[in-house]
């Protein structure tokens, strides 16, 4: 249940209904608007809330149910945009942000040479997987701690800020000590111990959809960490699986504009594990920034049939410089800029 305050509401009124809030046992969630104040209801109580009594309250406008089962993700409980602070831009605003990088970190100089390559060409921030979720035992399952000392090296060298998976519970800290954005894996979205790991460091989180999860699964996921008082988290559509066999999974179009009427978190796309082969990804990230997504990453690597994972879907510098620049002309065309 959400409590809309009157435009006119004073501070004493609202402070009244923050107090029955939490006489009735819930955890009150302000939300200051540009025009109103919101009061969402959060937890669970054994009081039945009862809508007039807040109905009758000073101040009170109207009260509403919400049937969503998340809440603090929920833009009924939080109508204006949340922007995530990215390398001096709002991931969220006008600007879309662009993640580039390779899937995996493959050695110290590659990362660096990445690392300067795609910030000339306009990206926002580096991406590389150091711990990496394999299907196989027998595949390269990542660099682990040293691949995170090479990415803070390519930070230092060019400034981009650093993207990267965390798996394991209890290596939060340690890769929060690196990172400047924790990523949830598709494989891990619904890892709820992670989850809520990842709230707690109060770390920027980029968390992706599960290839076999709902949107309303998604949300909930972005629920356990919002739950943690983190709210720095950005959601990434990055395809989901169907019966196709001519990509490597579905992108599924419909998630941005949805995603962005459900939550007022920013919501991101993922072109490359999205559609799976490299000559598609431009088309799937320009139709991604037409829906509205508020950023891409992207898997680019200098010559992707060398590369240790995902080469198929890697672009080499000239797709993503082709990339950007088809995408700078979609934003535009749709009020934004890249
Ligand atoms: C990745 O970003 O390289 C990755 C493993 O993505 P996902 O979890 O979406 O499969
Ligand atoms: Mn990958």
Redo the contacts with the bound molecule.
């Keep these: 249940m959400i409590v809309v305050m009157k435009k006119s509401a004073s501070a004493h009124e609202i402070s009244e209904v923050i107090t029955q809030v939490k006489e009735d046992g819930y955890t009150p969630h302000t939300s200051e608007g540009d025009e109103r104040t919101i009061i969402g209801l959060v937890g669970e109580s054994p009081t039945p809330l009862r809508e007039e009594n807040y109905n009758s309250m000073d101040g009170v406008e109207k009260v509403v149910r919400v049937s969503a089962p998340y809440k603090l993700t929920s833009r009924d409980f939080h109508p204006n945009d949340t922007y995530v602070a990215l390398n001096g831009s709002q991931v969220g605003a006008s600007k879309i942000a662009v993640i580039a990088g390779p899937?995996a970190v493959e050695s110290r100089e590659s990362i660096i040479e990445i690392a300067c390559a795609v910030k000339e060409m306009g990206a926002t921030a580096l991406r590389g997987?150091a711990f990496k979720?394999r299907t196989s035992p027998y595949s390269f399952q990542g660099y682990g701690e040293k691949g995170l000392q090479w990415l803070a090296e390519a930070r230092e060298i060019t400034g981009l800020p650093i993207i990267t998976?965390v798996m394991d519970p209890a290596l939060v800290p340690m890769v929060a000590s690196y990172a400047d954005v924790l990523?949830i894996?598709?494989?891990n979205m619904q890892n709820f111990v992670l989850l809520s790991e990842v709230g707690k460091s109060q770390h920027t989180v980029l968390l992706?959809r599960g290839m076999a999860n709902t949107m309303e699964d998604l949300l909930m996921s972005a629920e356990y960490i919002l739950a943690q008082g983190n709210s720095r988290v950005m959601i990434c559509e990055?395809g989901i699986r169907t019966f196709e066999k001519y990509t490597r999974n579905t992108f599924d179009i419909n998630a941005i504009p949805v995603l962005k009427a459900r939550t007022h978190l920013p919501v991101i796309a993922?072109p490359s594990?999205a559609v799976g082969y490299s000559e598609f990804v431009e088309a799937i990230a320009r139709s991604a920034v037409a829906a509205g997504a508020d950023g891409l990453i992207v898997e680019v690597h200098p010559t992707p049939s060398k590369a240790m994972s995902?080469g198929r879907q890697s672009l080499d510098y000239k797709g993503f410089a082709k990339m950007m620049e088809s995408v700078k002309r979609i934003a535009e065309a749709v009020g934004r800029t890249a």
């Design positions: 899937c997987g979720p998976e990523q894996g598709a494989r992706k990055r993922d594990h995902d």
